[in-house]
């Protein structure tokens, strides 16, 4: 009987590794479908022939996608152990959040529709009080997406050491994590609440 047990277990065990592995297989081949889409976004969004509202929609519900992927790949890596692997695809994701950060520069200079709020972050901090305070940041900027239309939101880790990210994160002299870099222009370290960001955003 108890080989029988430990066999079923280890069958389950099995069966429930293969399905995530076989999930995460799928959110790779996700992001490097997404990864090309950001690309095509960004020259697209160059061309002034394209009209505002759509680069708005476009940027935004992209942005939406890429959101909804990443928060699959947070599950598994609060459910299990952090492998290099999922930690590579974590680094994806952030580097296509920064490719349409880069891609909004001349759009928001032309396009006065929609605020972009750069969520700049810390991926791999053991600082219970950092923690707590993107905990913090992530619920008030979740708040402030479901309060307006109009925002494009890209939370992107800070600490990966993406080549193009450091160049922005010198170009907007950041100084401390987390920090919000919101329409190229203000840089807030400090949120209570999504009324105090009211000053810095449009419409």
Not at 73 to 90: A, V
Not at 159 to 174: G, H, R
Request: aromatic share 8%.
């Amino acid at each position: 009987m108890t080989v029988a047990i430990f066999v079923v277990g280890l069958f389950l065990g099995m069966t429930i590794e293969t399905t995530n592995s076989n999930k995460i297989n799928n959110l790779y081949i996700a992001s490097e479908i997404s990864l090309v889409d950001a690309t095509t976004i960004s020259q697209l969004a160059e061309e002034e022939s394209i009209g505002c509202e759509s680069i708005k929609e476009t940027k935004i519900n992209f942005a939406n996608k890429v959101y909804e992927e990443a928060k699959q790949l947070e599950i598994y890596e609060t459910s299990g152990k952090l492998t290099s692997g999922l930690k590579l695809l974590h680094k994806k994701y952030d580097l296509l959040r920064t490719i349409l950060w880069i891609s909004s520069e001349k759009s928001l200079e032309r396009c006065e529709n929609y605020n972009l709020i750069v969520y700049l972050y810390e991926y791999e901090s053991e600082d219970l009080e950092v923690k707590a305070t993107q905990k913090v940041w992530s619920r008030i900027l979740s708040d402030v997406t479901q309060e307006k239309e109009n925002i494009l939101l890209l939370p992107i880790a800070a600490d990966e050491d993406l080549s193009s990210l450091n160049i922005l994160l010198d170009k907007y002299e950041i100084e401390t994590l987390p920090a919000l870099v919101i329409n190229n222009q203000d840089i807030v370290y400090n949120i209570e609440n999504s009324k105090s960001l009211d000053e810095f955003l449009i419409n």
